[in-house]
């Protein structure tokens, strides 16, 4: 007989702060996260999703485990050894610290990954589609470590490419390209680390549900000459700018930058898009078409991004509509009717708009519009216009790794 356990349920009170509202038994089934260095026990995750913590801190008066900002505290027994458990967490990938007397930590045990601002910890919740992203047996693409000469930022820029397994089979054949970007907080490892976009795209070309096509992520964030960082907006360091965690960024989901039709769209993360869309247009597109296989034009080229990277997308593709004909806006707001009529050529040459939002996304949305009347306003429009939603999930990477999944079985097709 399994032996049954408590651990404290958190929820979101009104005024915007965590505090215990319920108790909920937990089973003890607690595995080992997968996203654990090889050989470590903990953190451990149950059938739940409750996450168990243990860390060896003799010294320590007060151990508290952190995921989202909602930090679960520790017990201490005899010889130093702190133990805990989370609340029932989202399935998929979600960032963790711990915070030791005060100060916020990664954990020894943990693979490292890039988000919130930082190098730090990961947990992988199990998710109960997760084979969509599983390594399996199957033909193998790369994940190409790229470095490259930048005359916007007179730098040696830094991206990773994906080139699909028959890349290299057949030295004839041209490839369509995707440009994928991440969010807030992230660099360009999220999508080759959080993002499993590797894998998933392997599954699905061994499947015959996507078009091989190769894939270019970089960095959004890194825009300024010398590769100085940009100026983060405010807000503590490692949180991502939505305030909430597991919220978009203020006024999404489906809101509209500011600005008249036909001007270029303003609103969160223009910075960041305008000063990436130089990057993007004047070395990054070159380079690839250049360098790779590439059919370099304007019907077999894409661009997609989750969250800032989506905002950055909507951007730059409402002010080069003659360059990208496919677009994907995972949890980044929407493209409106007004803004195809104000972005000339943009309706005659886009072949998709792809809109993506979590489910908990929208249950709780923050402002602006509906991004799904908007999606469906603009199919009417006659755009080939698709509104996905990830069910469970709010601002996060599986939401991401779902909207990857169905937005590539779409594209160059």
């Given at each position: 007989m399994k032996r049954k356990t408590y651990c404290s349920l958190m929820t979101l009170c009104a005024a915007?702060?965590?505090?215990?509202?319920?108790?909920?038994?937990?089973?003890?089934?607690?595995k080992p996260a997968t996203t654990n260095q090889q050989g470590k026990q903990y953190p451990m995750?149950?059938?739940?999703?409750?996450?168990?913590?243990?860390?060896?801190?003799?010294?320590?008066?007060?151990?508290?485990?952190?995921i989202g900002g909602v930090k679960y505290e520790l017990k201490k027994d005899a010889n130093g050894l702190w133990t805990g458990e989370s609340a029932p967490q989202d399935?998929?990938?979600?960032?963790?610290?711990?915070?030791?007397?005060?100060?916020?930590?990664?954990?020894?045990?943990?693979?490292?990954?890039?988000?919130?601002?930082?190098?730090?910890?990961?947990?992988?919740i199990p998710a109960d589609d997760e084979d969509f992203f599983q390594t399996k047996n199957v033909d193998h693409g790369a994940m190409r470590e790229v470095y490259y000469y930048s005359k916007t930022t007179d730098a040696v820029r830094h991206c990773f490419i994906y080139t699909p397994a028959c890349y290299?089979?057949?030295?004839?054949?041209?490839?369509?390209?995707?440009?994928?970007?991440?969010?807030?907080?992230?660099?360009?490892?999220?999508?080759?680390?959080q993002g499993k976009t590797a894998a998933i795209l392997d599954n699905l070309m061994a499947d015959g549900k996507a078009v091989p096509f190769i894939v270019v992520i970089e960095n959004?964030?890194?825009?300024?000459?010398?590769?100085?960082?940009?100026?983060r907006p405010q807000g503590a360091q490692g949180q991502r700018p939505q305030g909430v965690p597991g919220q978009p960024p203020q006024g999404a989901p489906g809101q509209r930058p500011q600005g008249a039709p036909g001007q270029r769209p303003g609103g969160f993360g223009r910075g960041f898009a305008n000063g990436f869309e130089k990057i993007l247009i004047n070395d990054l597109i070159p380079m690839v078409d250049a360098k790779y296989r590439t059919i370099a034009d304007s019907q077999h080229r894409a661009m997609a991004g989750l969250s800032m990277g989506?905002?950055?997308?909507?951007?730059?593709?409402?002010?080069?509509?003659?360059?990208?004909?496919?677009?994907?806006?995972?949890?980044?707001g929407a493209i409106s009717v007004e803004d195809v009529n104000g972005s000339?050529?943009?309706?005659?040459?886009?072949?998709?708009?792809?809109?993506?939002?979590?489910s908990r996304e929208l249950e709780n949305p923050r402002g602006g519009q509906d991004p799904k009347?908007?999606?469906?306003?603009?199919?009417k429009s006659g755009i080939n216009a698709h509104f996905y939603v990830s069910p469970l999930t709010a601002h996060e990477w599986h939401s991401w790794r779902r909207s990857l999944y169905q937005f590539s079985q779409l594209v160059f097709k």
């Open positions: 915007g702060l965590f505090s215990v509202s319920s108790f909920a038994q937990v089973t003890e089934d607690f995750v149950n059938s739940q999703g409750c996450v168990r913590e243990q860390v060896l801190a003799p010294e320590a008066n007060s151990v508290k485990l952190d399935q998929g990938f979600h960032y963790y610290q711990l915070n030791i007397d005060g100060a916020s930590v990664p954990d020894p045990n943990s693979l490292y990954f890039y988000g919130a601002g930082r190098w730090g910890s990961g947990i992988e290299d089979n057949n030295t004839n054949k041209r490839y369509p390209v995707l440009y994928l970007q991440h969010g807030m907080g992230e660099n360009e490892y999220g999508w080759p680390n959004g964030l890194n825009v300024s000459k010398g590769n100085m960082p940009v100026q989506g905002m950055q997308t909507r951007t730059i593709t409402l002010t080069n509509p003659k360059t990208f004909s496919y677009v994907g806006i995972f949890s980044g000339e050529g943009f309706k005659e040459n886009n072949k998709l708009v792809f809109i993506s939002y979590g009347a908007t999606t469906e306003e603009l199919k």
